[in-house]
Antibody
Framework: EVQLLESGGGWVQPGGSLRLSCAAS????????MNWVRQAPGKGLEWVSS????????YYADSVKGRFTISRDNSKNTVYLQMNSLRAEDTAVYYC??????????????WGQGTLVTVSS | EIVLTQSPGTLSLSPGERATLSCRAS???????LAWYQQKPGQAPRLLIY???SRATGIPDRFSGSGSGTDFTLTISRLEPEDFAVYYC?????????FGGGTQVEIK
């Protein structure tokens, strides 16, 4: 069974940093794109970032480009999202989601349970 | 960027009724790479449909998807109590990946 477990969320002041982790199990981790998607309180879904199976290609939404960095450690079956220069509008539940191939754009299935990031003074 | 517009915003129906949800794209979705997700309160989204019309593993056959190009539809043939939720469409044929704003299916 595929499992994705996010961690690292919490409260941070504007301008601060946070690193999210997503530990994966139940599949050949290095063979799949991994993704981060967020959902602000009471709002819809927003794709944030994706990384190829080998980690050699990364993609970002314009809203986070230059501030967030996605990475992965295939030896630990874990994907990370380093978030710097955080803003109030980054407040959201952040979901980790598995892609369906090793590279390129894919659908998301399954999703982790999410971790809440709150940016506030 | 492909903008996805979902309608209606809210659908009020009774159990047993048919639900028809629309997702319209601002430009053609490559290879019909259009997915539908269901999200219940406090839960992560769940994949229902991919490539416009293929049901994901374990999804009941009362859920069906159709469409191509810029117009897509999710149909729930007979609503069960557990189907009342928010539904999102997503295109994954072009970067950036984008989602529609969602349709809430509520009990009438």
């Amino acid at each position: 069974e595929v499992q994705l477990l996010e961690s690292g969320g919490g409260w941070v002041q504007p301008g601060g940093s946070l690193r999210l982790s997503c530990a994966a199990s139940g599949f050949a981790f290095s063979s799949y794109v991994m993704n981060w998607v967020r959902q602000a309180p009471g709002k819809g879904l927003e794709w944030v970032s994706s990384i190829s199976g080998r980690g050699d290609s990364t993609y970002y939404a314009d809203s986070v480009k230059g501030r967030f960095t996605i990475s992965r450690d295939n030896s630990k079956n874990t994907v990370y999202l380093q978030m710097n220069s955080l803003r109030a509008e980054d407040t959201a539940v952040y979901y980790c989601a598995k892609g369906q191939r090793s590279t390129g754009t894919t659908r998301f299935d399954p999703w982790g349970q999410g971790t809440l990031v709150t940016v506030s003074s | 960027e492909i903008v996805l517009t979902q309608s209606p915003g809210t659908l009020s129906l009774s159990p047993g009724e048919r639900a028809t949800l629309s997702c319209r794209a601002s430009q053609s979705v490559s290879d019909s790479y259009l997915a539908w997700y269901q999200q219940k309160p406090g839960q992560a989204p769940r994949l229902l449909i991919y490539v416009a019309s293929s049901r994901a593993t374990g999804i009941p056959d009362r859920f069906s998807g159709s469409g191509s190009g810029t117009d897509f539809t999710l149909t729930i043939s007979r609503l069960e109590p557990e189907d009342f939720a928010v539904y999102y469409c997503q295109q994954y044929g072009n970067s950036p990946l984008t989602f529609g704003g969602g349709t809430q299916v509520e009990i009438k």
